[in-house]
């Protein structure tokens, strides 16, 4: 399978701050999302982006696949950006994703 | 319907009973998928759908486990003589099978049952 590491694995920031959260895999994919999972542990769709740059309000997403490596930004950070975020990668002729461990993320007002 | 659904939200079983856990995808979703989710974890992949093929098992971890998708839409996942180990949170996801007969890329879960194993 591929191996997916995220990090930092928490981070605490307080309301307004900007971050960046990281995305390593081991092999070359052509699936890539972002998720936020929220206290009641639902998977919310932040992006699909297995290359390129995305934006979508405060928040942004870079990937770059040729390195294998995928960032997410948030910026001015609000407490309901709290909860874990996942990156999940994929390819074609596999019919999954392969999670990582997810960021742990606590925005405090 | 608007999103994938499951049920029940929450389940609490002994040791050695039976349970069976219940998705239902997005309407004209494709391919179907479970995953565990253990505490402070990511998710795993269980097992895969097109249709009602049954097209990759490989995530499952013993022969307890077994999900089937009779018609094609709602999904069951069952385990039999349940174990502690099997406390998890259990996620459904779907998502579009292109014209080109690959599976779309983006997956859409639902919000999971947890399960747990007493």
């Known amino acids: 399978g591929i191996q997916v590491e995220q990090s930092p694995p928490d981070l605490i920031l307080q309301e307004g701050a900007n971050s960046t959260l990281r995305c390593n895999f081991s092999?070359?994919?052509?699936?890539l999302q972002w998720f936020h999972q929220n206290p009641w542990g639902q998977l919310i769709n932040l992006f699909y982006?297995?290359?390129g740059t995305k934006q979508n309000g405060r928040l942004s997403a870079t990937t770059v696949a040729t390195e294998r490596y995928s960032l997410l930004y948030i910026s001015s950070s609000q407490t309901t950006d709290s909860g874990v975020y996942f990156c999940?990668?994929?390819?074609?002729?596999?019919?999954?994703?392969?999670f990582g461990s997810g960021t742990k993320l606590n925005v405090k007002p | 319907g608007a999103g994938v659904s499951q049920s029940p939200r929450y389940k609490v079983a002994k040791r050695g009973q039976d349970v069976a856990l219940r998705c239902d995808p997005i309407?004209?979703?494709?391919?179907l998928f479970w995953y565990q989710q253990a505490l402070g974890q990511g998710p795993e992949f269980l097992t895969y759908?097109?249709?009602?093929?049954?097209?990759?098992k490989s995530g499952l971890p013993s022969d307890r486990f077994f999900a089937e998708r009779p018609e094609g839409s709602v999904s069951t996942l069952k385990i039999q003589r349940t174990q502690q180990e099997d406390s998890a949170v259990y996620l459904c996801?779907?998502?579009?099978?292109?014209?080109?007969?690959?599976?779309?890329?983006?997956?859409?879960f639902g919000p999971g049952t947890r399960l747990l194993v007493l």
């Open positions: 996801a779907s998502s579009l099978v292109l014209v080109s007969g690959r599976t779309q890329e983006t997956q859409y």
């Open positions: 092999d070359s994919v052509n699936n």
């Open positions: 982006i297995p290359s």
């Open positions: 999940a990668v994929g390819r074609y002729n596999f019919n999954k994703f392969y």
């Open positions: 309407s004209g979703h494709v391919s």
């Open positions: 759908f097109q249709n009602e093929a049954q097209l990759d």
